[in-house]
């Protein structure tokens, strides 16, 4: 019998919370004060409510290099986040 090295694939992160943990471990931020979500075919919306939109930035940019769509609707220091992903 032949054996190789696999490596085995790591399926996408389920939520944005699994995106940010390490693991298999979610990590729901202290600035995401206002959590929502929403299906559709193909599709899961998270939305995400905060006053403190300074705080949420470094993980903003952690969730967009994982692939995350992020879009951003600010006033001041409050925002509303979309976070979304094909399915």
Do not use: C, F
């Not at 919306?45 to 006053?51: A, F, I, N, R, S």
């Amino acid at each position: 019998m032949h054996t190789q090295n696999i490596t085995p694939i790591r399926p996408a992160p389920r939520t944005p919370y699994h995106s940010l943990g390490e693991g298999a471990t979610m990590r729901i931020p202290e600035w995401a004060q206002h959590r929502s979500v929403y299906r559709s075919a193909g599709r899961t919306l998270y939305v995400v409510e905060t006053d403190t939109l300074a705080d949420a930035r470094r993980d903003l940019v952690r969730l967009d290099k994982a692939g995350w769509d992020v879009a951003v609707e600010a006033a001041g220091p409050n925002a509303r986040i979309a976070l979304s992903r094909a399915a």
